[in-house]
C-alpha cells in the first residue's frame, strides 16, 4: 500500500475521446480532491478542446512526454482502447502511479492477472472505471432488493441496446477480438459486472455472438448471454447497438413483485451535453422514465436514487488517501472478464 495522499491527487488523463472527454475529466475537475494536471492526446483537434475546456491542464501528444512527468503525478487514468492498457499500465506502475483503468480493463485475462501482481509490487492502487454501478436504475433496483421489495428473485434480465447501424465512428467499429473489441468485451464487462454485484459470483455461463457491422473482420456487434449464479438465480443479459426497437434496461421477476425499466441513465448524455455533476439537475431521472414495481394491473411507479458518477472518484481519493477501500477492486473486473472469456471460447 503506498503512502497516504493529502494534497490534491496530481492526475494525468490519457485519451481524449468518449472515455477522456466524456467521463473522466469533467468528474475529476468537478472534485476539489484531484487537480487535472496533464492531458495525452496525439489528435490536434481534441488537444485545442483539451486546452479550451481544461486551461489549467498541460497537453502532450504522446505517452514518452507523459511518463517524463511521472514525479509530478500521482494518478493516471487509462481512457485508450484496450489494446494499450497493458503496456500503458504496466509502465504507469513502474513509474509508481496510481492507475485507474477504463473498461474493458485489458484484452485477456492473463494480463489483467500480470497488472494485478505488478501493482501489488509495486505498492500502488490499481482500479478500473466500472462507473455503471452509479446508475440511476442500478442503485433504485439495489435499494429495491436491499428492501425485499421483489420477494425472492428468481430471474433477471439487463439489455443494454441502441439504434446507431452506422457504428460508433472510432476504433470500436473495427477492432477484432484480440484487440480487444466487439460488444461484448465492452458493454458486457457493464451489464455482467451489474450482474455479479447484485446476484453473486457466476457458477455456469452461455453465450451467443454476432457481427452485423460492415468490418467482417471485427469483433461482435450484438451478444446473448446467460449466467447461473452460485445463489441459483439466473440472469439473462443482452447487448445490442444495432436494435431497431429496443427492450427494457431491466426486467426483474420476483416471488413478489417485478421491477421494469425503459431507457438507459442519463449521466452520459448529461455530461456530453456540458453538464457539470455540480449542477442540482445532474443525475435525476424524468418521471416518464420511472421504473414500474408491482404486478401486472397494479404496479406503481418507483421514485429512482440519484445517479452518481463522482462518487467513483470521491471513493477513489478516499482510497489514495488510506481512508477506505477502492472503488472498484480490479479483481472484480477480473472476474468479469474471465467470465466474457469463457463465453467467446465456445460462442
Known amino acids: 500500500m503506498g503512502a497516504a495522499i493529502i494534497a490534491p491527487i496530481r ?69 485508450t482502447p484496450p489494446l494499450t492498457h497493458m503496456e500503458l499500465g504496466a509502465t504507469a506502475i513502474a513509474h509508481g ?13 492473463a494480463h489483467g492477472e500480470e497488472l494485478l501482481a505488478r501493482a501489488s509490487d509495486a505498492g500502488v492502487q490499481l482500479t478500473v472505471f466500472q462507473n455503471r454501478r452509479w446508475d440511476a436504475d442500478f442503485l433504485t433496483l439495489r435499494k429495491l432488493l436491499d428492501e425485499g421489495a421483489l420477494g425472492e428473485v428468481r430471474t433477471f434480465e439487463s439489455r443494454f441496446e441502441w439504434w446507431r447501424p452506422e457504428g460508433f465512428g472510432n476504433w470500436r467499429d473495427s477492432a477484432t477480438l484480440a484487440e480487444g473489441g466487439g460488444i461484448l468485451h465492452d458493454l458486457g464487462a457493464h451489464v455482467i459486472d451489474q450482474a455479479i454485484q447484485l446476484f453473486g459470483p457466476v457458477a455456469e455461463s452461455y453465450g451467443e455472438t454476432a457481427n452485423h457491422g460492415p468490418h467482417p473482420e471485427a469483433a461482435d456487434t450484438e451478444a446473448f448471454v446467460s449466467l447461473r449464479h452460485e445463489s441459483g438465480i439466473r440472469s439473462r443479459l443482452w447487448m445490442n447497438g444495432m436494435a431497431a426497437q429496443v427492450g427494457p434496461r431491466f426486467h426483474v421477476l420476483g416471488s413478489k413483485a417485478g421491477y421494469t425499466k425503459w431507457g438507459l441513465d442519463g449521466q452520459e448524455p448529461a455530461l456530453a451535453a456540458g453538464v457539470t455533476p455540480s449542477d442540482p439537475s445532474y443525475g435525476s431521472e424524468p418521471q416518464e422514465s420511472w421504473g414500474l414495481l408491482g404486478v401486472d394491473g397494479s404496479a406503481a411507479p418507483v421514485p429512482p436514487e440519484k445517479g452518481s458518477y463522482p462518487r467513483f472518484y470521491s471513493e477513489l481519493a478516499a482510497a489514495l488517501r488510506g481512508r477506505g477501500p477502492l472503488p472498484v477492486q480490479a479483481a472484480e473486473a477480473l472476474e468479469t472478464l474471465r467470465v466474457i472469456e469463457s463465453i467467446h471460447a465456445y460462442a
Open 11 to 79: 492526475t494525468a488523463v490519457v485519451g481524449f475521446g468518449v472515455s477522456g472527454k466524456v467521463f473522466h475529466a469533467p468528474l475529476i475537475a468537478a472534485d476539489p480532491a484531484y487537480s487535472l494536471d496533464v492531458i495525452v492526446t496525439a489528435d490536434p483537434r481534441r488537444a485545442a478542446e483539451a486546452a479550451r475546456l481544461y486551461p489549467e491542464a498541460r497537453i502532450v501528444g504522446t505517452s514518452e512526454e507523459l511518463f517524463a512527468l511521472s514525479g509530478q503525478l500521482d494518478l493516471m487514468v487509462l481512457g
Open 97 to 109: 502511479l496510481n492507475l485507474v483503468v477504463d473498461k474493458p480493463f485489458v484484452t485477456t485475462a
